[in-house]
């Protein structure tokens, strides 16, 4: 059964950071999809960054590059989002999401490709 679990969240002032964690189990881990999304309320579930765990292409959302990065540590089947310089709009439930059908480099941001969930880690910026 494959499980990701997701933690790391909280609150946070502007400018502050964040490192949310996404470990992964039941799951071949190599050379696949995994990213990060996030849904603020009334909004669609939008793709901050993905990551090809085999090639390590990445793929960042315009409204977060430059301040967060999606990073792997295969040892522990885990994978990252270092947020820095948060802002007030990233206040979202960030969710981990695992496991795409085709032949990727750069896995895209589109949410309905990927097959595997976790709970979701609230993160919340004020101003």
């Known amino acids: 059964q494959v499980q990701l679990v997701e933690s790391g969240g909280g609150s946070v002032q502007r400018g502050g950071t964040l490192r949310l964690s996404c470990a992964a189990s039941?799951?071949?881990?190599?050379?696949?999809?995994m990213g990060w999304f996030r849904q603020a309320p009334g909004k669609e579930r939008e793709g901050v960054a993905t990551i090809n765990t085999g090639t390590h292409s990445t793929f960042y959302a315009n409204s977060v590059k430059g301040r967060f990065t999606i990073s792997q540590d295969n040892a522990k089947n885990t994978v990252y989002l270092q947020m820095n310089s948060l802002k007030p709009e990233d206040t979202a439930m960030y969710y981990c999401?695992?496991?795409?059908?085709?032949?990727?480099?750069?896995?895209?941001?589109?949410?309905?490709?990927?097959?595997?969930w976790g709970q979701g880690t609230q993160v919340t910026v004020s101003s």
């Open positions: 039941g799951y071949t881990y190599s050379s696949n999809c």
């Open positions: 999401a695992a496991d795409i059908q085709g032949d990727y480099d750069v896995c895209p941001p589109t949410f309905y490709e990927y097959n595997y």
